[in-house]
Structures are given as C-alpha cells and as structure tokens.
Nanobody
Framework: QVQLVESGGGLVQAGGSLTLSCVAS????????MAWFRQGSGKERDFVAS????????YHADSVKGRFTISRDNAKNTVYLHMNSLKPEDTAVYYC???????????????????WGQGTQVTVSS
C-alpha cells in the first residue's frame, strides 16, 4: 500500500510561482509512474502532468505546457510540480497519484491510478 502526502500549496499572485511536492511511502517508489491532477471547485478532476518511473519521460496537459514541469527524485521518494506564470484559472486542489508501471507510457485518466494523496490547495489571485 502506497501512501502519498502532498505539500507546497498556498496563495500566490497571478504570474507567481509555486513548487508542489509529493512524498511517497510504503512501496518501492521507482516501481510507480506518478502524476498530478487538479480539481477546481465544482469541476471534474483534470490531468495536469505525468512522469514515468525513471523520470526519463514526462507528459504535460496543453493547459499547463510551458508553465508547469513535473520531475521526480527517486532517492527521495518525491515527485514535484514546478508551477510558473500562474493564472487564476490554475486555482484548484492539486493531487498526486501513483500507478504501478515500469514502462515509458503515460496515462491521463484518473481511473488509471491506484493511489492518491489528500490534496493541497493552490489559490491564484488576480
């Protein structure tokens, strides 16, 4: 059983930056592909970015491409989401997720992921 704990959310002005972290425990971190999703108030949970087990392949949603970057440090059991040029529409609860995978494939659907964190709130003011 993998446990995921996110941190790093907060309130930031438009144009600002934040870095989210997600620490995993309870499993071999390098056996999992990781992803970030977000859910705005009253909205569905949307894919943001994913990264394969080694960190050698990453995929970002069009809405964040060029502004957000996903990365991971397998030695620290941690996946990151570096967010720049934040916009008010980026306001949401951000969740990290894990799925067992040692391939280079990516999955953007929430149903593909077996483990979820509790979420961290990101609020971007205009």
């Amino acid at each position: 059983q993998v446990q995921l704990v996110e941190s790093g959310g907060g309130l930031v002005q438009a144009g600002g930056s934040l870095t989210l972290s997600c620490v995993a425990s309870g499993g071999t971190f390098s056996n999992y592909a990781m992803a970030w999703f977000r859910q705005g108030s009253g909205k569905e949970r949307d894919f943001v970015a994913s990264i394969n087990w080694s960190g050698g392949s990453a995929y970002h949603a069009d809405s964040v491409k060029g502004r957000f970057t996903i990365s991971r440090d397998n030695a620290k059991n941690t996946v990151y989401l570096h967010m720049n040029s934040l916009k008010p529409e980026d306001t949401a609860v951000y969740y990290c997720a894990a799925r067992p995978s040692r391939s280079y494939s990516h999955a953007a659907g929430p149903g593909a992921y077996d483990y979820w964190g509790q979420g961290t709130q990101v609020t971007v003011s205009s």
